[in-house]
C-alpha cells in the first residue's frame, strides 16, 4: 500500500472518530487482506500529518489515550460561537482540589483540607468524579481508610497532557482566577461535546458568589465542631 494512502486513512479516521486513537487502533484499520503497515509507518503518517498541520487552524495532538484531530487553542473565540451555551465556569474552591489531588495525588480529602484550611464540598468531589477526572485509588491504612485520590487518564486527555510529566512546574502556575479564564477556552477538539455543557450539582453550586462560599467555609471551620466527610464506604473526621 502507498504510503500516501497510509496517511489519507490515518488522517481520515482520526477526523471521523470523535475521540482519541492509538497506533493500535490505527493499525486495527487496515483489514487482513489489505497490505498491513507497520507501527512505524503509522508513526511517520502522524508526523506528516502533524506537519501539513502546522499553519492551519487545527492541530495533530498527542495525549494520554492517542492522537487527536483539534482545534488550536488560539482559534477558541472564534470556533466557541458555534455553541449558545455559555462556557462552563469552576469555582477556586473546585480548582484548588483539582489542582492538590494532581500534584500530590494520591491524596485524601483530609489531607486536601489541611493545606486549603477548609472543608471540602462533597459536591465537588462530586462533581471531579462524574467527569472522570479523578478516581479512588486506594485507602490509606490510617483509622477510617479514608479513600485516597489521583487523576485519571480523562482528566490528561481533557487538558492536553500525554503524560503528568506534561503539568507545569508549580512555580509556573498562576492564580486560579486566570486557569478559569483559560479553562473557558478549552475545546473538546473538533468533537461536539454536548455533555460538557449539561448543569451539575457543581454548576449550581457555582452559580452562588464565590465569596459566600469562601465564607460559608471558613464560618464552618472557625464553628469548633467536627466535619465529617463519607464516600461510599469510607468515612474521615476532621477535628479543627
Known amino acids: 500500500m502507498n504510503p500516501e494512502i497510509v496517511k489519507k486513512v490515518v488522517e481520515a479516521a482520526l477526523l471521523a472518530a470523535g475521540k482519541p486513537l492509538n497506533i493500535d487502533r490505527l493499525m486495527h484499520l487496515f483489514a487482513e487482506g489489505d497490505f498491513q503497515p507497520e ?14 498541520c502546522a499553519n492551519r487552524g487545527i492541530e ?8 487527536r484531530m483539534q482545534v488550536r487553542e488560539d482559534m477558541a473565540p472564534w470556533v466557541s460561537r458555534l455553541w449558545e451555551e455559555k462556557p462552563q465556569r469552576y469555582t477556586r474552591a473546585l480548582l484548588e482540589t483539582l489542582a492538590l489531588i494532581a500534584y500530590r495525588q494520591p491524596a485524601t ?15 465537588i468531589i462530586k462533581t471531579l468524579t462524574e467527569r472522570e477526572w479523578i ?35 508549580l512555580a509556573e502556575l ?10 473557558d477556552l478549552q475545546l473538546p477538539g473538533l468533537e461536539a461535546a454536548p455533555e460538557d455543557n449539561k448543569v451539575t450539582g457543581e454548576e449550581e453550586e457555582e452559580s452562588a458568589s464565590e465569596e459566600a462560599e469562601e465564607v460559608s467555609d471558613d464560618a464552618e471551620v472557625e464553628s469548633g465542631d467536627d466535619v465529617s466527610m463519607s464516600d461510599e464506604t469510607d468515612t474521615e473526621t476532621v477535628s479543627n
Open 60 to 67: 495533530l495532538k498527542e495525549i494520554a489515550s492517542g492522537f
Open 39 to 52: 507501527k512505524n509507518d503509522i508513526r511517520k503518517a502522524l508526523t506528516e500529518i502533524s506537519e501539513d
Open 174 to 183: 498562576r492564580d486560579f482566577e486566570t486557569v478559569n479564564a483559560e479553562l
Open 135 to 169: 478516581k479512588i485509588v486506594g485507602h490509606r491504612d490510617v483509622p477510617g481508610k479514608p479513600a485516597m485520590y489521583g487523576t485519571t487518564k480523562e482528566f490528561l486527555d481533557y487538558f492536553n497532557l500525554k503524560t503528568l510529566d506534561d503539568l507545569p512546574s
Open 109 to 123: 480529602r483530609g489531607e486536601i483540607e489541611n493545606v486549603r484550611g477548609v472543608a471540602v464540598s462533597s459536591n
